[in-house]
């Protein structure tokens, strides 16, 4: 089995990340039996560690458009339906850098705009409240200081969310005069 990962995002601590990249890897090589991998390879469209992945060992990653989560660094997976309606593909993951307490983490899609968990994952609510488009590529988060503002990339915008109940609006456009 192969593992191809097509969004990498190089954040918060890179030591941490590679290890957490490796042990995912190893673990897919090594210990996934046949059964559970796809021929010829699986596609690792976004991974995310939480800010406190030495303490808690939790990866989320998006494989094939599923969510899924390990809290054991990479040894098992549990994938994360509720309340994600899967009409289009997932895209992206931004966890809060105050994941530790807040539990909170985001995830794009392109067709049904952004998902935001406030229990780690356990359920998820659409958050699309002011967007003009929900092709939502890209969502990202302060990897220092998370004080509500998310910022969302889409085909041809870019938008920034504060406390995720009011847009600020449409930020800039992207490609247009």
């Given at each position: 089995?192969?593992?191809?990962?097509?969004?990498?995002?190089?954040?918060?601590q890179?030591?941490l990340w590679?290890?957490?990249?490796?042990?995912?890897l190893t673990?897919?090589?090594?210990?996934?039996?046949?059964?559970?991998s796809?021929?010829p390879?699986?596609v690792?469209?976004?991974?995310?560690?939480?800010?406190?992945?030495?303490?808690d060992?939790?990866i989320?990653?998006?494989?094939?458009?599923?969510?899924?989560?390990?809290?054991?660094?990479?040894?098992s997976w549990?994938?994360?339906?509720n309340?994600?309606?899967h009409?289009?593909?997932?895209?992206s993951?931004?966890?809060?850098?105050s994941f530790?307490s807040d539990?909170?983490?985001?995830?794009s899609?392109d067709?049904?705009?952004?998902?935001?968990?406030?229990?780690?994952?356990?359920?998820?609510?659409?958050?699309?409240?002011?967007?003009?488009?929900?092709?939502?590529?890209h969502?990202f988060?302060?990897?220092?200081?998370y004080?509500?503002?998310v910022l969302?990339a889409?085909?041809k915008?870019?938008?920034i969310?504060?406390?995720?109940?009011?847009?600020i609006?449409?930020k800039?456009?992207?490609?247009?005069?």
């Amino acid at each position: 089995m192969r593992i191809h990962i097509k969004k990498m995002k190089f954040s918060r601590q890179p030591g941490l990340w590679l290890l957490a990249l490796f042990t995912v890897l190893t673990l897919q090589l090594f210990f996934v039996e046949d059964g559970y991998s796809h021929s010829p390879h699986d596609v690792i469209d976004s991974l995310e560690l939480s800010p406190h992945y030495e303490q808690d060992r939790t990866i989320f990653i998006i494989i094939s458009d599923h969510l899924r989560k390990s809290t054991n660094g990479g040894y098992s997976w549990k994938e994360l339906v509720n309340g994600l309606d899967h009409k289009h593909l997932l895209s992206s993951i931004a966890i809060s850098p105050s994941f530790e307490s807040d539990r909170t983490l985001f995830v794009s899609s392109d067709g049904d705009g952004i998902f935001r968990s406030d229990d780690s994952g356990k359920t998820w609510e659409k958050v699309n409240r002011g967007l003009n488009s929900q092709n939502i590529g890209h969502v990202f988060i302060s990897s220092t200081h998370y004080d509500g503002t998310v910022l969302a990339a889409g085909a041809k915008a870019v938008y920034i969310k504060r406390k995720m109940a009011v847009t600020i609006g449409l930020k800039s456009s992207i490609g247009q005069k």
